[in-house]
T-cell receptor
C-alpha cells in the first residue's frame, strides 16, 4: 500500500513559467515532508522540506505548500529554468517510524527553453 | 557532493557471484539506509541502521545482507542474486529522530546477468 503518491509521472513547462508538482499522502500521522530532485545516474538531492505545523515554506524559487486537511502537498518552482529538468520525489516521515522515509514514484519535469 | 560516497558506481555480476556494495559518510549522522530504485517504482526502503543497530528490515530476501561496522560505514553484501534484482541501490544517511533530510549517495547501478 503506497502511502505517498505522485499521480503525474511527467510534466512539461515553458521556461520562465511556474511548475507545480503535486503529491498526496494517506497517513495522517506524517509530520515532516520533503522534496528531492534527481538527475539521471545520480542520487536524489534534497530540495526543500516542510513541517506539519506550517502550511508554506519558501526557499528562493521553490515553495512547498501543505494542505493537511486534504493530505496534499505541492512544490512550486517559479520561474522555471531548463536546469530544473529532473525527476522530483516527494517524501514523508512518521514520528512513530521516525527513521523511515516514504517516497512517491516521482514526477519527471521538463522545462522547455 | 552530498558527503555520502558509494562504491562502486556500476556493477555487473553473475547470479552465482558474491559482491559487496559500500557506503561511507563522515557527516556525523547516526542513521544509515539502503534503498532500492527500480524503474517506475518508488524508492523502496531495504534496511535502516540507527547507531549501528539494524532497526528496519523491510522483508528483504536473505540474498541481501547488510553490515554496519560503525556509524560511518554501511555495506550491502550480495550473493546468488536474480536478474530482477538489477536496479539502482542508494545509500543515505541522516541525523535520526529529528525532522531533518536524508543525504543520498550517487548510487550503485547493479546489473545481474
Amino acid at each position: 500500500d503506497q502511502q505517498v503518491k505522485q499521480n503525474s509521472p511527467s510534466l512539461s513547462v515553458q521556461e520562465g513559467r511556474i511548475s507545480i508538482l503535486n503529491c498526496d499522502y494517506t497517513n495522517s500521522m506524517f509530520d515532516y515532508f520533503l522534496w528531492y530532485k534527481k538527475y539521471p545516474a545520480e542520487g536524489p538531492t534534497f530540495l526543500i522540506s516542510i513541517s506539519s505545523i506550517k502550511d508554506k515554506n519558501e526557499d528562493g524559487r521553490f515553495t512547498v505548500f501543505l494542505n493537511k486537511s486534504a493530505k496534499h502537498l505541492s512544490l512550486h518552482i517559479v520561474p522555471s529554468q531548463p536546469g530544473d529538468s529532473a525527476v522530483y520525489f516527494c517524501a514523508a516521515t512518521n514520528p512513530n517510524t521516525g527513521n523511515q522515509f516514504y517516497f512517491g514514484t516521482g514526477t519527471s519535469l521538463t522545462v522547455i527553453p | 557532493e552530498t558527503g555520502v560516497t558509494q562504491t562502486p558506481r556500476h556493477l555487473v555480476m553473475g547470479m552465482t557471484n558474491k559482491k559487496s556494495l559500500k557506503c561511507e559518510q563522515h557527516l556525523g549522522h547516526n542513521a544509515m539506509y539502503w534503498y532500492k530504485q527500480s524503474a517506475k517504482k518508488p524508492l523502496e526502503l531495504m534496511f535502516v541502521y540507527n547507531f549501528k543497530e539494524q532497526t528496519e528490515n523491510n522483508s528483504v530476501p536473505s540474498r541481501f545482507s547488510p553490515e554496519c561496522p560503525n556509524s560511518s560505514h554501511l555495506f550491502l553484501h550480495l550473493h546468488t542474486l536474480q536478474p530482477e534484482d538489477s536496479a539502482l541501490y542508494l545509500c543515505a544517511s541522516r541525523q535520526g529522530h529529528l525532522n531533518t533530510e536524508a543525504f543520498f549517495g550517487q548510487g550503485t547501478r547493479l546489473t545481474v546477468v
